[in-house]
């Protein structure tokens, strides 16, 4: 769309489409495809999308519509951002043709680049797309390879097997940084990490007690993890919402204190400290929860690590299978709201409890339009999830990427949070 509107009441969201943009099949976008496109969409938030909006419709072609139930001031952050896959647009025309198996062979958008090839589980391939309304691609032809080993990516970097790689944390970071003609760039992601006290609800367990979830986050040295993993570029918010999202409140910090958080032990009746259980975690997580670990042992909160692999885990999660430490992550895109919604209220989908009093202000906040007021309440909110220490923020993470001799223009952190190269047609390679 090259703008959108909004009526008074809130109810009304109307795009007009950007003239002359076409499918690769070289068909123009039109209202009708954006419509189809919506109704399409399956993805994570299409039941909150579906039970908000009342209606689409396609006046003309250039033009579409939305009509809400009732006045959703999170609608452009669900449909206009990244937080969700609603507004990619698809041709009706061509997927009613081939229908959705035969759509998954041979995708088709209006980007840069068009579908060459997909090899599950070795590559994609894309080839540029000529006159594309932004700009021509100066690279023509992309090839991503899923290489699940870093050590691997590392050493096909450093051969010129690849000339972007992504996900060098640690020691392998360094070694880029030390390495000639290869370039550390760190990108700035959205994703933030912290600890979730899943029995904190429950009167006999010892994270019931404030203090205690207090003596735990005053256990852990963010900043000396954050140097061994990220090199030191991830940010220590105090918060599980991104710094850069809409209504961030930004806490106090809770500094590395472990004679503090030996004292509130003492206090909240664990001298000796006590057994705390497991301590669930995303395999890919595996190093920074056991950093995290490490620290809680020597406070004397003793812990066991129970990696699981990333489908079984949030699975679990989700179910509220997994007591007493977690390690929770989200890298969505949103804003305060979408995240404190998904995490924090009663309700969500990976809370384990909740407080009446964020439950009563994320209601009043959900339907209020004037964002000075709705962004004083989602303020509150975050102060009193700090004030009960519902989490043990952990960090902002950064990820660790290299890019080799080849390439003038990695696209790397060129969007603001967004840790991959992008937008593609930005991308260039040196001149020979």
């Keep these: 769309a090259e703008s959108w509107s909004t009526s008074p009441d809130g109810l009304v969201y109307e795009f007009v489409l950007r003239k002359g943009v076409k499918f690769h099949n070289g068909e123009p976008v039109t209202a009708e495809d954006a419509k189809f496109s919506f109704e399409r969409y399956r993805g994570t938030s299409a039941k909150a999308l579906k039970d908000k909006v009342a209606a ?13 139930k009732q006045p959703w001031p999170d609608f452009m952050t669900f449909y206009g951002t990244p937080a969700t896959g609603a507004g990619w647009i698809v041709p009706k025309k061509y997927v009613e043709k081939l229908g959705e198996e035969g ?9 840069p680049y068009r579908f060459v090839s997909f090899t599950p589980g070795v590559e994609l391939v894309l080839e540029a797309v000529e006159g594309y309304w932004r700009k021509t691609p ?5 090839v991503f390879k899923a290489v699940p080993d870093p050590t691997t990516r590392l050493a096909m970097l450093k051969r010129g097997e690849a000339d972007v790689a992504y996900g060098l944390a640690g020691e392998l970071g360094e070694e880029v940084r030390r390495t000639p003609g290869l370039t550390l760039r760190p990108t700035p992601f959205v994703s933030t990490h912290w600890l979730v006290f899943a029995d904190q ?18 256990a852990v040295d963010r900043q000396t993890i954050n140097q061994a993993e990220t090199l ?11 710094a850069g999202f809409d209504f961030y409140w930004q806490p106090p910090a809770y500094p590395y204190d472990p004679a503090r958080a030996k004292q509130l032990l003492t206090e909240a009746g664990y001298p000796k400290g006590f057994d705390a259980g497991d301590f669930w975690c995303d395999a890919a997580t595996s190093r920074s929860s056991e950093a995290v670990l490490n620290y809680l042992q020597s406070a004397g909160i003793r812990t066991r690590l129970r990696p699981l692999e990333r489908a079984g ?14 390690y929770g992550l989200s890298g969505i895109f ?13 309700s969500g989908i990976y809370a384990y409890g909740g407080y009446a009093d964020i439950d009563g202000l994320f209601r009043e906040q959900a339907g209020e339009l004037d964002p000075k007021k709705r962004e004083a309440i989602l303020h509150r909110i975050q102060q009193l ?10 960090w902002q993470l950064a990820v660790l990427q290299g890019y080799g001799p080849r390439v003038a223009e990695s696209g790397l952190g060129l969007i603001t949070d967004y840790p991959w190269s992008a937008p593609y047609e930005d991308l260039r390679l040196k001149a020979r």
């Design 56 to 68: 689409v419709e396609a006046p003309d072609p250039g033009r579409v519509r939305f009509r809400l």
């Design 103 to 111: 759509f998954k062979k041979a995708p088709m958008g209006a980007g």
């Design 138 to 142: 100066s690279v023509k032809r992309l």
């Design 201 to 218: 609800w429950d009167s006999s367990s010892p994270w019931h007690d404030r203090r205690v979830r207090l003596a735990a986050t005053y």
């Design 232 to 242: 030191g570029f991830s940010r220590i918010t105090g918060s599980i919402i991104p």
């Design 313 to 326: 885990f949030l699975k679990a999660y989700q179910e509220k299978k997994l007591r007493n430490l977690i």
């Design 334 to 346: 949103g804003n305060a709201a979408t995240r404190i919604e998904a995490f924090t209220t009663s």
């Design 385 to 394: 999830i700090h004030e009960k220490v519902m989490y043990l923020p952990i």
